[in-house]
C-alpha cells in the first residue's frame, strides 16, 4: 500500500518501535536483518520532508566550494544526501561515535574515495567521553552527561561506553585543512550541540561564507544539563543568522524569542548563514 504523506511521522513511529523490538532480538546482529532494516530506514527517510534535502534541492550553492562536515552520521543516510551536492573536489567528513552505527555507516561508504567516516563523537575537547547507546532506537545515541545519567538511572545508563572526542579545530589542523576551505557542516547530536561549537571556534571566526544546519531540541539540551538560551546566544556570538527552511525551500528568519517559546516545543532544524 502506498502512504500518503500524512502517514510518515506514523510509519516512522512503527518503525522506531519495530527497531527496538527486533533490536532486543539479537536479530539486527545478522546482515541481512540488519541491511533490511537499513533500507527501510533510508525508504522512510526519502519519503518524508526531510529539511536536508530541501535544502540541498533548493539552495545547492551553500554547500559548493568546500568540504562538507557532517557530524552525527548515523548510518548514512545525510550522507548520501550531501554526497548529491559536494564538489567533486572536495570531501565529506563523517563523525559518528556510535559502533553499531559506525559499523554501518563505514560499510555504505569505504569505497569512496570522497567520505572520509570517522568512528568520533565531537566536542569541546580532545578527549574521552562517555557515550549513552539507545537500545530502544539508533537515532538517539547521547553523550553521557551527569545529568543525563541522573535522569536515566543505573539501569538504563548499563549500555554506556568509552569513545574518543575530538574538536573540528584541531581535527582540520591535523588534517591539514584550512578553516575557509569548509562550506558547509551538518550538526545533529541529541543535545550536545552547544560543545560542538565551542570546539570549533577557530573555524567559525576564520570563514566568513561557512553555513550550518543545526538540530535545536530544548528538551535534549535540558536532558544533558544545557541552557537552550546558551546555545542560541553562542550562535549570536558567531554572528550568524537564524532562520528555518520551510517544505517548499523558503529560508524563513527565526528569532531566539520564538525558539524559546512553548510554540517550538519539539526539534527544530535551523539554517545560519553570515552576512544575511
Not at 161 to 189: A, G, M, R
Request: hydrophobic share 40%; aromatic share 10%.
Amino acid at each position: 500500500m502506498l502512504l500518503k504523506k500524512t502517514d510518515t511521522k506514523l510509519w516512522l513511529y512503527y518503525l522506531v518501535e519495530a527497531y527496538s523490538l527486533v533490536n532486543k532480538t539479537g536479530l539486527l546482529r545478522s546482515g541481512f536483518a540488519r541491511s533490511l532494516f537499513e533500507n527501510l530506514y533510508f525508504f522512510y527517510k526519502n519519503l518524508a520532508k526531510d529539511p536536508l534535502k530541501t535544502l540541498v534541492k533548493h539552495h545547492p550553492a551553500l554547500l559548493r566550494n568546500g568540504h562538507i562536515l557532517d557530524i552525527g552520521s548515523n548510518i548514512g543516510y545525510t550522507v548520501a544526501v550531501l554526497e548529491s551536492a559536494i564538489d567533486s573536489d572536495f570531501k565529506i567528513f563523517a563523525f559518528e561515535p556510535d559502533k553499531t552505527n559506525f559499523k554501518s555507516l563505514s560499510a555504505r561508504y569505504e569505497k569512496k574515495d570522497r567520505i572520509s567516516c570517522q568512528q568520533l563523537a565531537v566536542g569541546s575537547r580532545n578527549e574521552e567521553i562517555t557515550l549513552w547507546h539507545n537500545k530502544d532506537s539508533h537515532a538517539d545515541h547521547r553523550i553521557l552527561t551527569s545529568e543525563l545519567s541522573s535522569l536515566l538511572g543505573s539501569g538504563d545508563t548499563a549500555t554506556s561506553y568509552k569513545v574518543s572526542c575530538v574538536n573540528i579545530d584541531s581535527f582540520l589542523e591535523k588534517h591539514s585543512i584550512q578553516p575557509q576551505d569548509i562550506s558547509f557542516i551538518k550538526i545533529d547530536v541529541q543535545g550536545f550541540e552547544i560543545n560542538v561549537i565551542k570546539g570549533m571556534t577557530n573555524t567559525l571566526r576564520n570563514n566568513p561564507n561557512i553555513s550550518i544546519m543545526i538540530e535545536f531540541d530544548k528538551n535534549a539540551l535540558i536532558d544533558l544539563g544545557f541552557d537552550p538560551k546558551e546555545l542560541l546566544n553562542l550562535i549570536a556570538e558567531h554572528e550568524f543568522s537564524l532562520a528555518q527552511i520551510s517544505s517548499t525551500g523558503a529560508i524563513t528568519p527565526v528569532t531566539q524569542e520564538d525558539l524559546l517559546s512553548e510554540r517550538y516545543s519539539c526539534h527544530t532544524d535551523l539554517i545560519l548563514r553570515k552576512n544575511q
